[in-house]
C-alpha cells in the first residue's frame, strides 16, 4: 500500500505526492469561495517567477547554468563537466557580459589572475589561451536546445557544439558583441538519443573566445534558430590547374600527385593549398633569410662565417651568415617590429649595439662599444644582420609553406611520399607531404597579384583610410589564410596593371571574409570599366573559387565597400589570386 503525503491549502483542496515514485501531483477540487481562488492564483505566481528565475518554462530541462561553479564540476570527475585548458566559470563581475542569467557563466577567456605570472598580458585585440569544455551526455527530450552565448565569430574555432554519436551537428558561434544572445539549436531530428555539448576555444585572434549561460532544452525556440549542419569549413586541399581547380582527397605516392584519385603532373599545378593549421614544436626560434624564407630552427654558430641551424621539420644544415637577415631567439610572428640592423634586442632592457662573434647553446659573444660581452641567450628577443627594406626575393622559385611555420623558396619535386625542395642556401630539403601547407609555383604563364608592382590605391575610410590591399602568407593559426593572399579593406580601390596584354586570361582567387571579419562587404571586379564580378559577401561566407576569363584591356578594379554596416576590422581576402595566359 502506497503512503501519500499532504499538504493542506484549505477545504477539500490539497497538494499530495507519493513517496513511491516521488513525483508530484496536484489535485484539487473545484472552490466557489474567493479564499480558495486566492490561494491558487498566489501558487501559480510563485511558480511563474520561480521558473523566470531559473530561466526554464515549465516543461524544459535545464542542462546548466554554471550557477556553481567550476570548482564543483572539475576536470575528470564522475557525470560533470569536464574542462581543459582556459575554460572558466566566471562570477559575473570578473568580465564585461550583458544580458547573464544569473550571477555565473562559461568563458574560454582567462580571468586576469591567470597571467599575473606571464610577461604577456591580454589586451583588446587578442584573447590570449585555448581551451575546450564538455558536458556529460544526456538524452534529447525536447525539440530544441536553447542557450545564451556572446563572443567573437569563429566557427569550429570559438563555438558551442552539439556532438551526436561523436558527430558535430550543430554549432553557434557569437557575433563579436559581449551582449548574451538567445540561440536554440533545432534537435527534433535527435528525438531520444544520447548527446553533449562541447564549447571550444582554439584561437587567440580578435575576440577569439566565446562566453555561455543557461543551457536548456525547451520545446519553445529561441528567437534564432540553427537546424541545419555545420558546413565544412575546407576541404582536404585544392589544387589550381590552368584550368579548372581540384578539391579533395590530396595524395602522393610514388612520386606522383592526386585528388581523389585522379592523377595531376606536377607541371600542370599553379598552386597547392592543404588549408591547415599550424602545429606546435614547442619554442624552437627562427632564422629569417635576405630573401624574406622563414625558417623554424635553433642555431649555433659553426665554422668561420657560418651558421649550422636545425628544424623539426627542415633538419640539420650549415647556412653562411651572408645569407642570414635576422635571428630571432624566441619564437614570434612578425620579427620585422625589430628592424635596426646590428642591434641585439631584448625582451626585457635596452638594446645593445654591436656585433654578434659567435653562438652558442647557452650563450653568445657579443662585441659592443663597452668591449667584448658574453651575454645569455635567455632573454634575448632578436638580432638583425639587415633591415627588413634589404630583404628581397626575385620571384623566380617556388614558394613552399610547412606547417611548423618555415617558409621556404626553392624548386620543387616529389619522391615517393615526400616533397624535394631544392633550395639556394640549404642545397636540398626533403619534407613529408602531410607536413607541407601551401606550395605556390613560379611558371612563365602565371603572374601572381600579389607580385604586381603598378598598383594605384584608393582609400576611403569612413574614420581612418584602412591599410592598402597587401599581401599576407600562409603563416599564423588562420586555417583561411591561402598562399598568395591580397587582403583589401572595405572602403579600398585597388588597380592593377594586367599582365599578357593582347592575350587571353584569367584570373583565378578564392574569394572570403577576412579572418575577423566583423561586418558585411559589398566586392566588384571589373576590367578597364567594364564589370565582371559583384557579390554581397557575408561575414561568415564559405570560401568561393572564382576563375574570371579577362577582356581586352589593361587595368584590373577591385572595389571593397562596406554592406549594412561599419565594422573593423572588415574586408575581403583573395586566396591563391593570380592572372594566368591562355592557350
Known sequence: MRKE??????????????????????????????????WLTALSVIALLLACRSGTAAGDILIADFEQGRESQQKDSGG??????????????????????????????????????????????????????????????????KFLISGGRYPGRASLNLVVDGAVVRSATGDFSTAMKAVSFDVSAYAGRRARIEVVDVTNHLSGHVCVDNIIQSDQPAPRVISTLPQAPVVDGTVHTTGVPLSGGLDVSDGQLSVNGRTVPLEDIVCVDFRKGLKKYGPTPFVRLVNGEILRAGFVSGKPGKLNIEGPLIGKHEVDTKAVACLDFTPRADGGSFNRSGILYREAGDPVAGTVVSIGTDSLAFESRFGMLEIPRAGLACYRFVTEEDITWDGETDEIALVDGSMLRGTVALAGKSLVITHPVLKSVSVDWNLVRSIRRTRPDVVWLSQVNDVKTELKGALYPPPPPH????????????????????????????????????????????????????ISVEVSGRSLFNKALESDAEPQALALELPAGDALTIRVEFGGRIAYPCGADLGNAYVVKGQ
Open 80 to 145: 560533470q563537466w569536464r574542462f581543459d585548458g582556459t575554460t572558466y566559470v566566471l562570477d559575473a563581475e570578473q568580465l564585461s557580459v550583458s544580458g547573464l542569467q544569473g550571477k555565473r557563466f562559461l568563458s574560454s577567456i582567462a580571468p586576469q589572475k591567470a597571467w599575473a605570472s606571464k610577461s604577456i598580458k591580454p589586451g583588446p585585440l587578442i584573447d590570449l589561451g585555448t581551451g575546450r569544455a564538455g558536458s556529460p551526455e544526456f538524452t534529447i527530450a525536447r525539440k530544441y536546445i
Open 471 to 522: 599581401e599576407v602568407g600562409p603563416g599564423g593559426e588562420e586555417n583561411s589564410v591561402s598562399p598568395g593572399t591580397i587582403r583589401v579593406s572595405a572602403e579600398t580601390v585597388a588597380s592593377y596593371k594586367l599582365p599578357f596584354s593582347g592575350s587571353r586570361r584569367k584570373l583565378c582567387a578564392v574569394l572570403m571574409p577576412e579572418p575577423g571579419c566583423r561586418g558585411d562587404v559589398d
Open 5 to 38: 503525503k499532504c499538504l493542506r491549502l484549505g477545504s477539500e483542496s490539497f497538494l499530495s505526492y507519493s513517496d513511491r515514485d516521488d513525483r508530484l501531483n496536484i489535485w484539487y477540487q473545484t472552490m466557489n469561495t474567493a479564499f480558495h481562488k486566492k
